[in-house]
Nanobody, 119 residues
């Protein structure tokens, strides 16, 4: 099982980045996908979630209206389009795959990609 994030980098405030998360080793389309971020010195923050089919999406209040989550099940890839970036968006961004079968939950995490917003 592998989740590999990419697309991070440094951008000026107001700029945009598109993160990708490439999945392998499991049935991607069976898993809800989540983006989580962790800023320096802070705990993890849930950012966005998308259901297995991609039709239902959810966002934290801090990114709503600026970020868009999507997925391409044919390509086993999750995306996060980030617009109007702010310095407070600076964090390591992780993708997470989650599936609950009965009382058991299966979670897989990527290694993270750094996003830095600043001048």
């Amino acid at each position: 099982v592998q989740l590999v994030e990419s697309g991070g980098g440094m951008v000026q405030p107001g700029g945009s980045l598109r993160l990708s998360c490439a999945a392998s080793g499991f049935t991607f389309s069976d898993y809800e996908m989540i983006w989580v971020r962790q800023a320096p010195g802070k705990g993890p923050e849930w950012v966005s979630r998308i259901n297995t089919g991609g039709g239902d999406t959810y966002y934290s209040d801090s990114v709503k209206g600026r970020f868009t989550i999507s997925r391409d099940n044919a390509k086993n890839t999750l995306y996060l389009q980030m617009n109007s970036l702010k310095p407070e968006d600076t964090a390591v961004y992780y993708c997470k795959a989650t599936e609950t079968l009965g009382r058991k939950t299966y979670d897989y995490w990527g290694q993270g990609t750094q996003v830095t917003v600043g001048t």
